[in-house]
């Protein structure tokens, strides 16, 4: 099992990104797939989840209305499309195998900065 | 919301000890609770899923019990690699929520 996360960086407070997730080593489509982040020195926290077939979406308050999950199957690929992101949004962001979190990425850095 | 709660949030311990770490939560969640370790400047890591199911290729010093809202992760004999934070995740039900970790440090 291998998952590898792009797309973090440095982004000014309002702003946007998209993170990327690739998948392979299991059959990408039959799983859940969840986003975890974890902001620098703390705990870690849940963000969201999608269905295998990404007919179900959950979400953190705290980030509902601003980030979208998605997923490509075709593609093996998982996506976090973050909109008017805040400062408190600055963390290592994670993609993890199935509901229980079997698997980890190495995690991507999102700073929201000006 | 169920909110997981965690004891100790920090221990020490000597290599050899046998460690029990606590996690409770604010209603009934069955099973459904798994234990990771993350280790300083490292990914969390699968410990436990199920609340006792041992993950594939986790040393069997490690093991979980517990059912409904009381989990304990036990280290029967703890080692130098031992040394991290671990966390309660539970998966019952939706925000799906992490317990606050416990680090375990070098007495």
Known sequence: VQLVESGGGLVQPGGSLRLSCAASGFTF???WMTWVRQAPGKGLEWVANIKEDGSEKYYVDSVKGRFTISRDNAQNSLYLQMNSLRAEDTAVYYCARDRGSA????????TVSS | DIQMTQSPSAMSASVGDRVTITCRASQGISFSLAWLQQKPG??????????STLQSGVPSRFSGSGSGTEFTLTISSLQPEDFATYYCLQFYSYPLTFGGGTKVEIK
């Open chain 1, 29 to 31: 489509s039959n799983y």
């Open chain 1, 103 to 110: 698997f980890w990425g190495p995690g991507t850095l999102v």
């Open chain 2, 42 to 51: 490292q990914v969390p890591k699968r410990l436990i899923y199920s609340a």
